[in-house]
């Protein structure tokens, strides 16, 4: 798996991928992330990436030809079309299911955009997908880039550092989480569930089940009755 982010600030995503679980499976050979800067593909004598939106109001929008000198000069490298990505808020809102999906795909490329946003003719030419990490608004692209380089890579065997932590994932499917406790047995007059020191692997499991089926009950309604159905 290779993903590559076309961004203006290419040492922000670096600084945060190369670090922990991430970091080191680049260093394995499980996964491949570059960063690539789209000002060095700019056309302008000053430099310039950006523009006032025709039409009139506010801010500046990020111009096609940078972006799209940036991807046409990626998919010479690499020698085939990656599948691309465009970050923003109008994108379909990223699930687990989404993430599994990009995670068969060979190559993926992330772009971000920047100010106001993205000249709409080169996300039309380019973009095979747009996708938004939430219902809120970001300065830029990056971090929901990250977020999902993130998601998709710990998808890819070898990544995560044991075997048990990717199958949660599938074995109390579309449930939350089990409340969870680590040594000591008794902190700040705080006892751990008796059941987890019992040893009865029957009942820990029986106690999980039940705990994952009750906090989805109660915080996550729209999850509990897709689990139900
Ligand atoms: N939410 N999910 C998001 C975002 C910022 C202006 C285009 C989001 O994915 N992206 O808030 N992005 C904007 C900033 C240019 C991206």
């Not at 801010?59 to 079309?81: H, R």
């Not at 060979?106 to 996300?123: F, K, P, S, T």
């Not at 939350?176 to 902190?187: D, I, R």
């Not at 705990?211 to 729209?222: A, N, V």
Request: net charge negative; proline share 5%.
């Amino acid at each position: 798996m290779r993903i590559d982010i076309l961004t203006l600030f290419p040492e922000m995503c670096r600084s945060v991928y190369t670090q922990s679980i991430t970091g080191r499976a680049i260093k394995k050979g499980c996964i491949e992330i570059y960063s690539r800067n789209i000002r060095d593909y700019t056309a302008d004598k000053h430099n310039n990436v950006d523009d006032t939106p025709y039409g009139g109001g506010m801010g500046m929008i990020m111009q096609a030809q940078p972006i799209y000198d940036c991807y046409k000069a990626l998919c010479e490298e690499i020698g085939t079309k990656p599948y691309l990505i465009y970050m923003s808020p109008q994108g379909r809102v990223l699930t687990q299911e989404t993430v599994k999906e990009l995670s068969k795909k060979g190559n993926i490329a992330i772009l971000c955009g920047h100010y106001e946003g993205v000249d709409q003719r080169v996300i039309d030419l380019i973009a095979d997908d747009e996708i938004s990490i939430g219902d809120y608004v970001l300065t830029g692209g990056e971090l929901p880039a990250l977020v999902l380089a993130d998601a998709v890579s710990r998808m890819i065997p070898g990544v995560l550092p044991n075997a048990e932590a990717m199958e949660n994932e599938s074995h109390y499917d579309g449930l939350l989480e089990y409340p969870q406790y680590t040594k000591p047995a008794v902190w700040n007059n705080i006892e751990v569930p008796e059941v987890l020191l019992s040893g009865h692997h029957e009942n820990i499991e029986k106690w999980r089940r039940e705990q994952s089926l009750k906090r989805t009950k109660e915080r996550r309604p729209d999850l509990y009755e897709k689990h139900n159905k």
